[in-house]
């Protein structure tokens, strides 16, 4: 599975994005996808979910009531509408998918990471 992560940037505090993460490859089946994040000299850190046949969404506190996550199942692509951001939404968002690939079992995948610094 490839994960195709794009949209980071750098914004002013107030200020909204939009992740897009695209997976690709022999896919049977994706059970879930969400976003992480890592900020300089921190863990990585949990953002939010989607549940794929079910639409539940899961979200951080940290997050909840800004961002929205929402999916297009055709396109198998997750998004992230980030509004309102804080310079301490700054990191590197990892889109993260759980997904089955043809014969095969369940495995978690990672995309590559894109940069958001929300800064005056």
């Known amino acids: 599975v490839q994960l195709q992560a794009s949209g980071g940037g750098l914004v002013q505090p107030g200020e909204s994005l939009r992740l897009s993460c695209a997976a690709s490859?022999?896919?049977?089946?994706?059970?879930?996808m969400g976003w992480y994040r890592q900020a300089p000299g921190k863990e990585r850190e949990f953002v939010a979910a989607?549940?794929?046949?079910?639409?539940?969404?899961y979200y951080s506190d940290s997050v909840k009531g800004r961002f929205t996550i929402a999916r297009d199942d055709a396109k198998n692509t997750v998004y992230l509408q980030m509004n309102s951001l804080k310079p301490e939404d700054t990191a590197v968002y990892y889109c993260?998918?759980?997904?089955?690939?043809?014969?095969?079992?369940?495995?978690?995948?990672w995309g590559q990471g894109t940069q958001v610094t929300v800064s005056s």
């Open positions: 993260h998918a759980e997904v089955r690939l043809v014969g095969g079992p369940p495995n978690d995948h």
């Open positions: 490859g022999s896919i049977f089946m994706i059970y879930a």
């Open positions: 989607i549940v794929w046949s079910a639409g539940t969404m």
